[in-house]
């Protein structure tokens, strides 16, 4: 198959096209950065059309890719197939005639500057004729000291025929830099990421939404280099416009970060029109909190639940993105109108999924039957809930003598545990009877923007939470966003239909706390301030607790069901 101009070949006669195409039978010398020959025919060709000429050539002197723009623009082509190299470089260069006006020596437009960042190529090289000699300007990418330096370097030659330079050891000069530049960035082993947020609503506190995101990349061992915020609408097609993108990724660049992260969950479309746009990994807040939750799922079930929730997420998601993807799958059992293998992947994922469903079915057939033997026993349930990482799990192991894990990252509790809580004991003046027992939970910790998938994903596990008797809904109090997370938390519950379960508000880390601001949240929320790492207030806790749980009432003998 020949080779094909891409580009701007519209109004042009095929001889034109052909005598393009003819490019693709030139070729330099690896130790020439372009060839006195080839730059003159590229310059009389854009001086004929009237179209800037572009040719791609690799290392080797090869010419890859022949392209037309027009007077103003050169369109490149995907460069999907050709991969990065050890140095971040393209391992290509891109030679292009400058028709500008009013020009004597030939010049970088800024466009092709932001594409020898954006797509790292070795270098770009303008090419003018004028007065029988051929001027050229060529740019290369040099190591940045920080996002305002510049990161780019330009040299300018005024005759071709007369210049002279070693390009293999050029490019070789060029490597060793931005090497020892990735280097440094690579000190760290964490992923380097940006943040991206765009927020139109008046209700919209994008420093908290971002703080938060960042507690989740901590989390996720992602370290946050950089935050980009807009003030806008969302674009309908790249979330942060096609123009703003380009700079975010040469952004990335520059920071050396490896990741864009948007506070927001993407649309199918936005997350594929911008991984179509760069190479680096693109996630949005719901992937991150997915991610986290594959991270930190210990039991089956927890693991149960998380494959499930990321199935779902992911399958509105599966996209044609090779074309050998679109051929039909052949062979016995295959002919006939046939099946494509993205539709073939995307059936074995709902076929996974159904698979998961009757798991997990299986599992809140397991946590009825322990509700059962619970209310015969006469046990009620008291749930700890609140916002993720305000300390549940700590003080659940304080109250209960347990070892359940406590770390201080987002989501450190995914596999809810029950431990038996024994209340202050005390003689009963009517029964004689000391003291009661009851069951605590401990819960997943709640967040704003919660995946749908997640919700429903956990909800076998969340379910304990409608037979609680009580609900501790523990509050960070030396948060200053504490008011807002427990306005999220009680949303949540309003959803779950559980608003009218009785509630007990805990402020607990009240020991790094203000204590004008502790005692302001508890006239508010008329909370109990506690502090479940120095023990503090835990009597007291116990005992609001055993005056807020009321006796169960005496269940009747379940019937026999044998015949």
Request: proline letters at 4%; glycine letters at 6%; a neutral charge.
């Amino acid at each position: 198959m020949p080779n094909l101009v891409s580009g701007n070949t519209k109004g042009l006669a095929q001889s034109e096209i052909r005598a393009v195409a003819k490019l693709f039978q030139r070729s330099v010398s690896a130790d020439e950065i372009v060839s006195l020959e080839l730059a003159r025919e590229m310059c009389f060709l854009g001086e004929q059309l009237r179209r800037r000429v572009g040719v791609l050539i690799n290392r080797q002197g090869r010419i890859q890719e022949v392209i037309l723009g027009t007077k103003e623009i050169l369109f490149l082509p995907d460069l999907g197939r050709y991969r990065l190299g050890r140095s971040r470089l393209r391992n290509l260069r891109l030679v292009f005639t400058d028709l500008s006006n009013n020009a004597s020596e030939a010049s970088i437009p800024y466009d092709i500057y932001t594409d020898l960042e954006r797509l790292r190529f070795d270098s770009v090289i303008g090419l003018r004729s004028a007065r029988n000699r051929v001027s050229m300007a060529y740019a290369y990418l040099i190591p940045a000291d920080g996002l305002e330096n510049a990161t780019t370097h330009t040299e300018v030659v005024s005759d071709l025929g007369a210049f002279e330079l070693d390009y293999r050891e050029f490019l070789d000069s060029v490597e060793r830099n931005l090497l020892s530049e990735v280097a440094r960035l690579d000190t760290d082993d964490a992923i380097g990421a940006v943040i991206v947020g765009v927020y139109d609503k008046p209700e919209d506190d994008p420093q908290v939404s971002q703080m938060e995101l960042r507690e989740l990349a901590r989390t996720a061992g992602v370290t946050i280099v950089d935050a980009i915020t807009q003030k806008r609408r969302a674009d309908p097609k790249t979330y942060v416009g096609s123009g703003k993108l380009e700079e975010l990724v040469i952004r990335c660049i520059r920071v050396g970060a490896d990741m864009l992260i948007f506070d927001t969950e993407l649309k199918p479309s936005q997350w594929r029109a911008i991984t179509n746009s760069t190479e680096l990994k693109v996630i949005d807040r719901s992937m991150l909190i997915l991610d986290i939750f594959a991270q930190r799922a210990q039991s089956s079930e927890g693991r149960l639940q998380v494959e499930l929730a990321q199935l779902k997420y992911n399958l509105p998601r599966l996209v044609d993105q090779d074309s050998g993807l679109s051929r039909l799958s052949g062979g016995i059992g295959g002919r006939g109108p046939g099946e494509t293998k993205l539709e073939i992947g995307r059936r074995r994922i709902r076929d996974k999924i159904a698979e998961l469903e009757h798991k997990i079915e299986k599992v809140r057939g397991a946590r009825d039957f322990r509700r059962s033997r619970r209310r015969e026993n006469q046990l009620q349930l008291v749930s700890v809930v609140g916002y993720t990482n305000v300390g549940k799990s700590t003080l659940f192991n304080v109250l209960t003598g347990s070892a359940v894990t406590a770390e201080n990252k987002l989501f450190a509790t995914l596999d809810p545990s029950q431990r038996r809580l024994f209340l202050p004991t005390e003689v009963n003046d009517e029964t004689g009877s000391m003291g009661r027992t009851v069951i605590l939970s401990d819960t997943v910790g709640f967040i704003r923007k919660l995946p749908k998938e997640l919700e429903t994903a956990f909800r076998a596990t969340l379910e304990e939470l409608y037979e609680a008797a009580l609900l501790v809904h523990v509050v960070d109090a030396s948060d200053k966003d504490a008011l807002g997370k427990y306005a999220a938390v009680r949303r949540i519950l309003e959803q779950m239909e559980l608003s009218n379960t009785p509630e007990l508000v805990v402020l607990n880390k009240i020991d790094a706390a203000d204590p004008q601001w502790v005692e302001s949240l508890r006239l508010e929320l008329q909370g109990v301030p506690v502090s479940a790492a120095k023990r503090i207030g835990m009597g007291e806790l116990l005992s609001v607790i055993e005056k807020r749980v009321t006796p169960a009432p005496s269940s009747p003998a379940t019937p026999s069901l044998d015949c």
